[in-house]
Nanobody, 121 residues
């Protein structure tokens, strides 16, 4: 399973970034896909996941600012991040293949390489 994350960068507070996670059609259509993030010194946390039936979970602190978007034409999962805050600074990872507790990073067997998001104040 290959997951290619991109779109990170340096942005000022209040700015926007769009992260993309590209994968194969088999992975895109057959498995859950999610975005996690890990800030320095902190545990990896689930940011957003689109569940069956297109019910989408968002971390409480990003609700109303981040939007998860499935790009069916390109087998990609995008995370649109608006009104970014310094506390959003982290390495963002896409993940696939969860079974069981999808809040737990250990439940996800496949990970992309991570993309760094830095939000300056």
């Amino acid at each position: 399973v290959q997951l290619q994350a991109s779109g990170g960068g340096l942005v000022q507070a209040g700015g926007s970034l769009r992260l993309s996670c590209a994968t194969s059609e088999r992975t895109f259509r057959g498995y859950l896909l999610a975005w996690f993030r890990q800030a320095p010194g902190k545990e990896r946390e689930l940011v957003s996941v689109m569940l069956s039936g297109y019910d989408t979970y968002y971390l409480e602190s990003v609700k109303g600012r981040f939007t998860l978007d499935r790009d069916n034409a390109n087998n990609a999962l995008h995370l649109q991040m608006n009104n970014l805050k310094p506390e959003d600074t982290a390495v963002y990872y896409c993940a696939s293949g969860a079974s069981g507790d999808y809040f737990n990073a250990r439940s996800w067997p496949h990970w992309g390489q991570g993309t760094l998001v830095t939000v300056s104040s």
